[in-house]
């Protein structure tokens, strides 16, 4: 899959230089998508906060929390660690600037 934002942070061009391929597993990792008001990651659950995240294809849940902020770090904890396996797991195949963008990929 050919990926305009992830050697770029809200790239809009897709051009060599900016633009690299990588699995689509890798690919459907980086999506980000929200829900309502809340962070990515994060479903209420009566007055609480629940984080999942997938890993190994799996929606692992990860806690409960007081707070959406408190989920969403916990989120955020678990999905670079997920990126991080992924990476590592791709690491012969990867071009290293690739691979260096994914270790320290920021959601």
Same mark, same amino acid.
């Given at each position: 899959?050919?990926?305009?934002?992830?050697?770029?942070?809200?790239?809009?061009?897709?051009?060599?230089?900016?633009?690299?391929?990588?699995?689509?597993?890798?690919?459907?990792?980086?999506? +980000?998508?929200?829900?309502? !008001?809340?962070?990515?990651?994060?479903?209420?659950?009566?007055?609480?906060? =629940?984080?999942?995240? $997938? *890993?190994?294809?799996?929606?692992?849940?990860?806690?409960?929390?007081?707070?959406?902020?408190?989920?969403?770090?916990?989120?955020?904890?678990?999905? +670079?660690?997920?990126?991080? !396996?992924?990476?590592?797991?791709?690491?012969?195949?990867?071009?290293?600037? =690739?691979?260096?963008? $994914? *270790?320290?990929?920021?959601?």
């Amino acid at each position: 899959t050919i990926d305009k934002d992830l050697l770029k942070v809200d790239n809009k061009v897709y051009s060599p230089s900016t633009c690299c391929i990588i699995p689509q597993c890798i690919n459907s990792l980086l999506a +980000k998508k929200k829900k309502r !008001d809340l962070p990515v990651g994060v479903n209420r659950s009566g007055s609480k906060f =629940v984080a999942c995240c $997938l *890993i190994d294809g799996k929606r692992t849940h990860l806690g409960t929390f007081d707070t959406p902020e408190e989920a969403g770090n916990a989120y955020i904890v678990a999905k +670079k660690q997920v990126i991080k !396996d992924v990476a590592n797991k791709y690491i012969d195949v990867l071009p290293s600037n =690739v691979y260096n963008a $994914l *270790i320290n990929y920021q959601l």
